[in-house]
């Protein structure tokens, strides 16, 4: 690396001097001629050049290398080589290789410990984002980006304001309050703009004393919370269901009981009536609580698929005997197809009963005066599928998603007066569930519906 002129000049200049002051001496005393003498200073100044060459431009090499350490990005290596002069300059290059190598390490290591915690941030299930002291987002990891990119039209999250990113004045309202200095601050909001989503977060002061403008003041930790908000939405109106589904028959028998106490006292007529009555309702609340008892029962062993073989021929033969005074009450008749299920299926013979019968008698109570119901099976590599189709009045498109939820009806009343707690295909998608198997529900409404369940065939 050559020198800059103007020091080269300087330099040379500097250690020309003596020997030019020295000619120019002799030049002034006359004992030396003028012509002469310019010629011998011009000499000491080329020699000065010549020696003061080589140190300037190892000095300038020594500066260049200085300024690299200070401009260095974050991320670059630090690629030094010994030096291979000795002397003075030559004991400053070699500290300065000492210094490159030891301020390389010490990158590496910095930058190795950055990526690692961004590894580990990236790893987290939960969103987490840290922002400066304006507001602004400094970086986001992975499962902050997949779920803010793109929202409110903001692709790039880094450096945009959070009001800018999440439109939730309870989080803007927490992460102002802790850059003002309040305490650790937990809120909740719920995304409405693609799914609903409700997040937990927890907004905390990130205090570091040296901390700049631009440094990671605020950290945001989100938790989804939708599961357990939706799960305690669910608990809380199953209560309120079962609570209202036996408060009906309960009503009912306080008011039959005090009218046998009082109006129909003597009536002996009305007295059989309202036993009658009674009875009814009492059945009821024992169907809705052994419903119940059931659902919970399965949904405790779901995650255990049963594994006996069971004869599903039979089970849905003896199913549809056992239907057979309902049927025949409802003028329904009940034809079985069964001819493929030569093999077992997987499964727990109860449940699989239970299953068919709820199947098979909706198909009986919903099926329409004189028609029929066809229960047939298929095959298909080690999957057998279970069809139940009715005649009935179908059921319209809106309610078919819903209709495996515990007390949906699409008629109530309806569903009362023929006996039903609607809890069957709750039952029905349970127990399906536990044998790894699905229940499909086709319908046309005027026309019929068809329940399919797959189960797996016993190896
Ligand atoms: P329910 O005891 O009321 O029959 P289910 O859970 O068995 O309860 O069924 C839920 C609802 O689905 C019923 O109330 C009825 O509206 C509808 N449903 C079930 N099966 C049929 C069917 N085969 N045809 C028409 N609607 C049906």
Known sequence: MTPKPKHLFMAALVFSAPGAIALIALIATDRLSPGIGIVAILFVLAGASAIVFYPLSRLRQVSRRLEALIDLPPDAVVDASPPDDSGAIGDVAATLFRLERSWGRDRKQLSDGVRAAQLLFDALPDPLVTLDSQARLIYANAAARTLLEGRNGVDDLVGRDLSAVIRQPAILQAVSE?????????????????????????????????????????????????????????????????????????????????????????????QARFLDLMETQSTRMTRIVNDLLSLSRIEMNEHTPPSD??????????????????????????????????????????????????????????????????????????????????????????????????????????????????LGLAIVKHIANRHRGELTIQSEPGVGSTFTVTLRLSD
């Open 178 to 270: 802790v850059q003002e200095g309040l305490p650790t601050r937990t809120v909740e909001f719920t995304f409405t703009d693609r799914v609903d989503q409700s997040f937990e977060a927890r907004v905390e002061p990130i205090r570091a004393d040296s901390a700049s403008e631009d440094d990671a003041h605020t950290l945001i930790l989100m938790h989804d919370v939708t599961a357990l908000r939706r799960a305690e939405q669910m608990r809380a109106d199953f209560v309120a269901n079962v609570s209202h589904e036996l408060r009906t028959p309960l009503t009912s028998l306080v008011g039959f009981i005090e009218t046998l106490r009082g109006p129909a006292k003597d009536d002996t007529a009305a």
């Open 309 to 422: 073989a069971v004869d599903l021929k039979q089970t849905i033969a003896t199913v549809a005997d056992l239907l057979a005074p309902q049927s025949r009450a409802r003028n329904v008749g009940v034809e079985l197809a069964l001819d493929a299920l030569i093999l077992p299926v997987m499964g727990q013979a109860d449940e699989l009963a239970q299953l068919f019968q709820n199947l098979i008698e909706n198909a009986i109570k919903y099926g329409r005066d004189g028609s029929n119901v066809r229960v047939e099976a298929t095959i298909q590599d080690d999957t057998a599928r279970i069809s139940v189709i009715d005649q009935g009045e179908g059921i319209a498109r809106e309610h078919i998603s819903r209709l495996t939820e515990r007390f949906y009806r699409v008629d109530t009343a309806r569903s009362r007066e023929l006996g039903g707690t609607g």
